[in-house]
């Protein structure tokens, strides 16, 4: 069985989610929700690291609040950096070398699909790199600075990127190894794989692996946890009531 490392970044500003309160650390039907993430992948055999990276300002919250349920589910916590390439590069360093494959999956993708995951991992391990997408069935629009139809934009062959995105460790290094200034607007991890020259296959997914963005996301997030299928998850030790 391929082993898999799987970094999950939690380093974003979240402005759009408002400045009351961290979208890492927002309740999602009573757990917060990188946790409703990082449940998707601990339990997993063929899972044999999960890393949290979360940015510098809020590594000390997270280690007080939640340091001891994360040593206890095996989750490694480091800091990550100004822009997301930075978060996932600061992750790769602690990668084990068991790991033969790296996964990188959004914190705010709580709702993300065993039988996606299944998929996505199954078709990194053929073709060396995969990612979930999700067809676009809306008509897009070009719209200009003056908020006027530019173009409207063929739909054909157009799918907006979700996550995992899988990769196997050499890829994704390599990638990574890459990286310069020119990358600043580089918004996954799939887009450095292509600069590098490699081919990313795509396994087709659904709207259902909805990525947070504002507050109102979070009672869709919650519907759609409630009607997905899902394993019991182990009691999360001692201190699960006062952590959560």
Same mark, same amino acid.
């Given at each position: ?28 039907? /009573? ?10 992948? =601990? ?36 800091? /990550? ?98 990286? /310069? ?22 396994? =087709? ?10 507050? /109102? ?28």
């Amino acid at each position: 069985m391929a082993k898999y490392a799987v970094i999950i970044p939690a380093a974003g500003k979240g402005e759009r989610f408002g400045k009351s309160e961290k979208k890492t650390f927002a309740k999602l039907d /009573g757990r917060p929700v990188f946790l409703r993430t990082v449940e998707h992948f =601990i339990n997993r055999e063929d899972v044999c690291q999960t890393i949290l990276a979360v940015a510098p300002e809020d590594i000390e919250e997270m280690k007080s609040r939640y340091g001891a349920n994360l040593g206890f589910m095996g989750v490694t916590l480091v800091e /990550g950096g100004a822009r997301r390439v930075d978060t996932v590069a600061a992750a790769l360093k602690k990668v084990s070398e068991d790991a033969e494959f790296v996964a990188v999956h959004d914190a705010a993708r709580p709702c993300v699909l065993t039988s996606m995951i299944d998929a996505v991992f199954a078709e990194a391990t053929k073709s060396g790199a995969a990612i979930l997408a999700d067809p676009i069935t809306g008509t897009v629009k070009k719209v200009g600075e003056s908020k006027i139809i530019e173009e409207t934009v063929p739909r054909t062959s157009l799918y907006q990127a979700q996550t995992p995105q899988v990769f196997r460790r050499d890829i994704l290094l390599e990638s990574y190894s890459k990286i /310069g200034e020119s990358e600043a607007d580089v918004t996954d991890d799939a887009e450095l794989a292509e600069r590098a020259g490699h081919a990313v296959s795509v396994i =087709i997914s659904d709207a259902r692996n909805l990525k947070i963005t504002t507050k /109102g996301d979070l009672a869709l997030a919650a519907a759609i946890l409630k009607a997905a299928p899902r394993k019991a998850v182990p009691r999360l030790g001692a201190f699960e009531e006062a952590q959560w």
